[in-house]
């Protein structure tokens, strides 16, 4: 079975410039989770998607964020503008069941990583 | 807002050596996973808790979700240089729609 795949694996821009991030979840998960991870640091979730309806987004910077899932399936997550404090891990991960369950399996991708400069 | 802090943030034993590694928080969980995060990958689940006070062990780990399911503690017995990693833990919020909280990590590197 294919893992959950991200691209690009790094990404260099520069301050104010845009970017963003693909994610191809594990084929019939409904759940997807987009989380940031500053270096030493936990994972902190950005959005949660069920289908393509979003879940939570609520510690999402709506003011320079922004993501989709298409038709349920691929997500994408933009950053518009950058800034220096973006600079982190951007993990996608996925879950076979709807935030339904409380010992759901989350499967994460390998990240990309950003550095803002 | 849920906060799970772990301890220690760094350990750096020898190999053969036991550690134990704490998940602390003031809220109440579903319940309780451990992760594993080797540098440029993403954590992989080791194991998933949900009664207060049950104890699970995966080969030479050992978990335990606190009573109250407010905390949760992670042994291992002599340690390996494999066991070197990132380890997370990760609360399910107990209302709505299940969203896990990570905390804050513990970086182990075992030497050999």
């Known amino acids: 079975e294919a893992g959950v795949a991200q691209s690009p694996r790094y990404k260099i821009i520069e301050k104010r410039q845009s970017v963003a991030f693909w994610c191809n979840p594990i084929s019939g998960h409904a759940t997807l989770y987009w989380y940031q991870q500053i270096l030493g640091q936990g994972p902190k979730l950005l959005i949660q998607?069920?289908?393509?309806?979003?879940?939570?987004d609520s510690q999402l910077p709506k003011d320079r964020f922004s993501a989709e899932r298409l038709k349920g399936v691929d997500s994408t997550l933009k950053i518009q503008p950058a800034k220096l404090e973006d600079s982190a891990v951007y993990l996608c991960a996925s879950s076979l069941l709807a935030g339904l369950s409380s010992t759901d399996t989350q499967y994460f991708g390998p990240g990309t990583r950003l550095t803002v400069l | 807002t849920q906060l799970l802090e772990q301890s220690p943030q760094f350990l750096s034993i020898q190999e053969g050596e036991n550690l134990t590694v704490y998940c602390n928080s003031s809220s109440v969980f579903s319940s309780l996973q451990w992760y594993r995060q080797e540098p440029g990958e993403g954590p992989v689940l080791l194991v998933t808790?949900?009664?207060?006070?049950e104890v699970k062990k995966l080969k030479r780990l050992t978990f335990q979700f606190g009573d109250a399911r407010k905390d949760s503690s992670l042994h291992i017995t002599a340690a390996q240089p494999g066991d070197t990693g990132l380890y997370l833990c990760?609360?399910?919020?107990?209302?709505?729609?299940?969203?896990?909280?990570f905390g804050t990590g513990t970086r182990l590197k075992v030497l050999a």
């Open positions: 808790v949900v009664t207060g006070g």
């Open positions: 990760a609360g399910a919020s107990t209302s709505g729609t299940y969203k896990y909280i």
């Open positions: 998607f069920q289908n393509n309806g979003v879940v939570d």
